[in-house]
C-alpha cells in the first residue's frame, strides 16, 4: 500500500495529516518480515509502481462493512424482521425451523462480513501501526503500551455502552468492542514478538547456509576471499527470505488452529440437541425488561469469568456475544496479509489477482465444508419443511438457504471460510477500481477512516429515531420489539426500512467526516485517534 493509511488498526490513518509524514511505503521497506532491514538487506525488487488504489482498498472495505452493520442495526431498531438467517440468533446448538423472508435473509448473510472484515483489518492495521510507529522511533515498550491502551480504551467504551443500553442491569455488555480489544492487544504482542524472533532465527540459519569454499573452481588465495565475501550478501537475502516464510507459515498454522478450537471447544461438537431453543435472539435478551432469560442452547456458558474467552456468555449481570479468543484467527491472518503486503512493491495486476485467488481459495474451503460436512457447528440443526422432508440427504445441499447457513456465535470453519473469501472479493473490487473513483466514493473513505466514531454514533441515531418513528408509524408485526419485548410493533416495509436507514447515513457522514478531519490534527498517541 503507497500510503499506510492503517496507522492503527480498523480506524485510524495520517490522512489528512499536517507535517512531514515518514516514508512508509512498501518500496521502503527492503527486508522481508516486520523488523529493520539487516546489515546487508536485499536489493530492491523490480515491479511496476503499485496503483494508489492499494492504499484505499482497505479503508474502502471498512467504510462499506459499516453500512452494512447500520443495515443490521437499523432492522433491529424497526424491529423490521428477526435477527438470524433462521428467524434466530445463528449459534452453536440452535435449532432452525424455518428461515427468514429473502430479504432478511440477503442482509443478515451480507453483514456476516462486518465482524470478521473489521478483526482481519485489525490485524493489518497493527503492522502498519507498529511500523509506522517504529520509524518514528518509538521503543518497544512505548509500542506495547500504546497497544494496551488502547485495547483498555475499546473494553471502557464497551462497557459504558451496555450500561447505556440496558439502563445499569447489565454490568459487563460485549457486543464487539471486547472482542476486538483482546485481539488487537493478542495481535500486537504477537507482531512485537515476531520483530524479535524473525532476526534472530534469519541469523541462524545464515550460519547454517554453506559458505563458498576456497579454492573453489581453481580460485584461491585472495581471489577465493573475495568470492566469499561477495556471496554474504546472497547469504543474507536467503536467510531472510527462509525466516520470512517460516514465520508466515507458523502465523498461517497458528489462524487455522485459532478458528477450528472453536469446534473442539463446542460443548455439544456442533451438534444440535432438538429441544435446544430455535428462537434465540441474543440482542432481544439483552433488552428483555424482566431481566435476561438464559436460551438452552448448550453454546452458551454461565460462567463470565471462564467462558467468557471462548463461548458466548449471558447471565443475570454479564452478556457477551463475541468471545475474543473465538475470533482471534482473523486477526492473525491480517497480520499475514500485512506482512506479505509489505513485502514488496507488488503491481495492480498482481495485488487484484491475488485478492482473487485468495477469494477462491477461501469459497472453495466453504463449499467443502457443505458438502463434506465437516469444520461446522451446525450439525443436525436444519429441520425446516424442505431439510424435515429429505431427511437422508445432505442437509447443507437442500435449499440455496441451507447452503449459506453459517454459524457465527462462535464462528465456526465454515464461516470462516465463507467472511474471509467475501472480504478478499471486495478488497480485489475495490483494488481494482480506477483511482479517479475510488477517490469519489467519499462516504466510504469517511466512514472507513473514522469507523469506532461511526460505530459508537451509529448506534445512538438508529435506536433513538427507531424510538420515535416505529410507535408513529409501525404495527403489529408479530415480532417482540427489541426495546420492548412486551411489545411486537414494528416496520416491516422493505423501502420504509431502507428509506430510513439511507436517511440515517446521510445524517452521520458529515459528522463521521469532520471527526476524521479532526483527529488527522493531532499527534500520533493521541487518545483522540483511537476513535
Known amino acids: ?197 524473525e532476526p534472530l532465527l534469519a541469523r541462524a540459519v545464515e550460519r547454517i547456509l554453506p559458505e563458498a569454499k576456497e579454492g573453489e573452481d581453481g580460485d584461491g588465495g585472495e581471489v577465493g576471499s573475495l568470492l566469499r565475501r561477495a556471496a554474504a550478501p546472497e547469504r543474507s537475502t536467503r536467510a531472510d527470505a527462509v525466516s520470512w516464510h517460516v514465520h508466515n507459515a507458523l502465523l498461517f498454522v497458528l489462524g487455522v488452529v485459532t ?76 497480520l499475514l496479509y500485512a506482512r506479505v503486503d509489505l513485502a514488496r512493491p507488488w503491481s495492480r495486476r498482481a495485488v487484484l489477482l491475488s485478492h482473487c485467488a485468495a477469494g477462491l481459495l477461501f469459497a472453495l474451503f466453504f463449499v467443502l465444508t457443505r458438502v463434506l460436512r465437516f469444520g461446522n457447528l451446525s450439525e443436525n440443526c436444519l429441520h425446516t419443511p424442505a431439510n424435515d422432508a429429505h431427511p437422508q440427504r445432505n442437509p447443507y445441499l437442500v435449499s440455496v438457504q441451507a447452503f449459506l447457513y453459517i454459524v457465527k456465535y462462535p464462528p465456526d470453519v465454515a464461516f470462516w471460510a465463507f467472511t474471509l473469501a467475501g472480504n478478499f472479493f471486495l478488497l480485489a473490487l475495490f483494488g481494482g477500481l480506477p483511482v479517479r473513483v475510488a477517490r469519489r466514493l467519499t462516504m466510504l473513505l469517511d466512514f472507513g477512516r473514522a469507523a469506532l466514531f461511526f460505530y459508537i454514533v451509529h448506534l445512538f441515531l438508529v435506536f433513538i429515531v427507531g424510538a420515535v418513528v416505529v410507535p408513529l408509524l409501525g404495527h403489529d408485526v408479530g415480532i417482540p420489539n427489541p426495546n420492548n419485548p412486551n411489545k411486537s410493533i414494528g416496520i416491516d416495509s422493505l423501502w420504509a426500512y431502507l428509506a430510513i436507514w439511507s436517511t440515517c447515513m446521510l445524517l452521520l457522514w458529515p459528522v463521521t467526516r469532520w471527526y476524521g478531519r479532526f483527529k488527522g490534527t493531532k499527534p500520533a498517541d493521541s487518545i483522540w485517534r483511537f476513535f
Not at 28 to 48: I, K, M, V, W
Open 1 to 197: 500500500m503507497t500510503r499506510q493509511h492503517q496507522d492503527d488498526d480498523n480506524d485510524d490513518n495520517d490522512a489528512g495529516r499536517p507535517g512531514p509524514v515518514p516514508d512508509r511505503r512498501p518500496d521502503a521497506l527492503t527486508s522481508y518480515g516486520s523488523f529493520a532491514p539487516r546489515d546487508n538487506p536485499p536489493p530492491p525488487l523490480q515491479h511496476a509502481k503499485p496503483a494508489s488504489t492499494r492504499a484505499l482498498a482497505p479503508d474502502l472495505l471498512r467504510g462499506f462493512l459499516m453500512l452494512a452493520m447500520a443495515l443490521d442495526h437499523t432492522a433491529l431498531a424497526l424491529n423490521t424482521w428477526e435477527h438470524g438467517t433462521g428467524r434466530g440468533t445463528e449459534m452453536d446448538g440452535a435449532v432452525v425451523a424455518r428461515w427468514n423472508r429473502p430479504a432478511a435473509y440477503a442482509v443478515r448473510t451480507l453483514t456476516h462480513l462486518c465482524a470478521p472484515g473489521f478483526t482481519f483489518l485489525l490485524g493489518v492495521g497493527v503492522v502498519f501501526l507498529g511500523r509506522s510507529r517504529t520509524h518514528l522511533g518509538w521503543s518497544t515498550a512505548r509500542i506495547a503500551r500504546y497497544f494496551a491502551v488502547r485495547a483498555a480504551v475499546l473494553t471502557l467504551v464497551g462497557v459504558v455502552l451496555g450500561l447505556l443500553v440496558t439502563g445499569g442491569a447489565v454490568w459487563f455488555m460485549n457486543f464487539v468492542l471486547f472482542a476486538l480489544a483482546v485481539d488487537y492487544f493478542l495481535a500486537g504482542m504477537l507482531w512485537l514478538a515476531m520483530t524479535r524472533s
Open 259 to 334: 478458528i477450528w478450537w472453536n469446534i473442539w471447544l463446542s460443548p455439544s461438537g456442533g451438534h444440535c440437541q432438538l429441544q435446544s431453543n430455535a428462537g434465540v435472539s441474543l440482542l432481544n435478551e439483552f433488552s428483555a425488561a424482566d431481566g435476561p432469560q438464559l436460551p438452552s442452547t448448550p453454546g452458551v456458558s454461565k460462567s463470565p469469568f471462564l467462558g467468557i474467552w471462548f463461548w458466548v456468555v449471558q447471565t443475570e449481570h454479564v452478556m457477551s456475544a463475541f468471545p475474543p479468543l473465538a475470533w482471534l484467527s482473523f486477526a492473525i491472518l491480517g
